[in-house]
């Protein structure tokens, strides 16, 4: 899971070398943080929040199959 | 962007040692003269000409690359099992076993998919012209979406009709609330009209009076 969010920011972002992602694992849930350069902010959030919407969408599909709870967090 | 210079006895020549090189077809290139190169009299006063060669992005590429990267890193059975371009529209057809997780309810986990890949395709892409939509469907997924949001527009919009009172219907995404409207355009008894901010915009049925 934390491989996919790094590619998929990676993807997104001008600055991939920047972008980081930790992951913090509970008993029923995983946090996953990720942190991109200032200037990439918007391509990881996007208008509304679309773009963040997305990511947690997909990394939670991901998350069924091991019956976790994920939550994504974009950070500075 | 992967580029290269090359250099070479004339501009052809230089241009298609860097081809070589970069492992390429010619087409998948722009190709930039950076000197002309001259042969020069007896040998003397010849000089080199020099190329630079840019492979083009190929946002078709890269989305198949990301797309099949993600279902690998996604753990799940779903395969891409075809890979149709037309006028600028690429659409891949998914396939598997975990399919209904992908799709995920209403769609919305596909439709995110379809988003991102969208967005990194084009991402290189600064010219409006050759930008790509990409369309990710699996099993047929897209058409018996269609198929039931236009059940769904006739039935709510006989309920309007009947109950005589607005329905109000579930947030959705602007494609879809266009398939509801396209549906009612020509309905003689409601009007639809659409409230609300994304993403939480809904589509209103309204009887008309």
Same mark, same amino acid.
């Given at each position: 899971m934390k491989q996919l969010l790094e590619m998929l920011a990676k993807s997104l972002v001008?600055?991939p070398?920047?972008v980081?992602v930790?992951? #913090?694992?509970?008993?029923?849930?995983?946090?996953l943080?990720v942190? #991109?350069?200032?200037?990439?902010?918007?391509?990881v959030?996007?208008?509304?929040?679309?773009i963040?919407?997305a990511l947690?969408t997909i990394v939670?599909a991901a998350a #069924?199959k091991?019956?976790?709870? #994920?939550?994504?967090?974009?950070?500075? | 962007?992967?580029?290269?210079?090359?250099?070479? %006895?004339?501009?052809?020549?230089?241009?298609?040692?860097?081809?070589?090189?970069?492992?390429?077809?010619?087409?998948?290139?722009?190709?930039?003269?950076?000197?002309? &190169?001259?042969?020069?009299?007896?040998?003397?006063?010849?000089?080199?000409?020099?190329?630079?060669?840019?492979?083009?992005s190929n946002p078709s590429a890269v989305a198949e690359k990301v797309l099949s990267d993600i279902l690998t890193s996604m753990n799940l059975d779903v395969k891409i099992i075809?890979k149709?371009?037309?006028?600028?529209?690429v659409?891949f057809c998914l396939s598997g076993?975990s399919l &209904?997780i992908l799709?995920? +309810?209403? &769609?919305?986990t596909l439709?995110s998919l379809q988003l991102l890949l969208n967005i990194i395709a084009n991402k290189e892409?600064?010219? %409006? %012209?050759?930008?790509?939509?990409i369309?990710v469907?699996g099993? &047929?997924?897209?058409?018996?979406?269609?198929?039931? @949001?236009?059940? @769904?527009?006739? %039935?709510?919009?006989?309920?309007?009709?009947?109950?005589?009172?607005?329905?109000? @219907?579930? =947030?959705?995404? =602007?494609?879809? +609330?266009?398939?509801?409207?396209?549906? @009612?355009?020509?309905? =003689?008894?409601?009007?639809?009209?659409?409230?609300?901010?994304?993403?939480? +915009?809904?589509?209103?049925?309204? =009887?008309?009076?």
């Amino acid at each position: 899971m934390k491989q996919l969010l790094e590619m998929l920011a990676k993807s997104l972002v001008d600055h991939p070398e920047a972008v980081e992602v930790s992951q #913090v694992e509970g008993e029923r849930s995983i946090i996953l943080e990720v942190k #991109v350069a200032p200037d990439d902010m918007g391509k990881v959030i996007g208008k509304q929040g679309r773009i963040a919407q997305a990511l947690r969408t997909i990394v939670k599909a991901a998350a #069924v199959k091991e019956g976790k709870k #994920v939550m994504v967090e974009i950070i500075q | 962007m992967r580029e290269l210079e090359q250099t070479g %006895k004339t501009v052809e020549e230089a241009t298609e040692k860097a081809i070589l090189e970069l492992g390429v077809n010619e087409d998948e290139v722009d190709i930039e003269i950076l000197e002309e &190169g001259s042969r020069g009299i007896f040998g003397l006063g010849a000089k080199q000409a020099r190329v630079k060669v840019v492979v083009k992005s190929n946002p078709s590429a890269v989305a198949e690359k990301v797309l099949s990267d993600i279902l690998t890193s996604m753990n799940l059975d779903v395969k891409i099992i075809d890979k149709k371009e037309e006028n600028n529209i690429v659409r891949f057809c998914l396939s598997g076993d975990s399919l &209904g997780i992908l799709i995920g +309810r209403h &769609g919305r986990t596909l439709d995110s998919l379809q988003l991102l890949l969208n967005i990194i395709a084009n991402k290189e892409n600064k010219d %409006k %012209k050759e930008r790509i939509r990409i369309v990710v469907d699996g099993e &047929g997924y897209r058409e018996r979406r269609e198929q039931t @949001l236009q059940g @769904l527009a006739e %039935k709510m919009a006989r309920k309007a009709y009947e109950t005589k009172k607005n329905i109000v @219907l579930e =947030p959705m995404l =602007p494609y879809e +609330r266009r398939i509801i409207h396209t549906v @009612l355009q020509d309905n =003689p008894y409601v009007n639809t009209y659409s409230q609300g901010d994304e993403p939480v +915009r809904r589509v209103v049925i309204s =009887p008309r009076k």
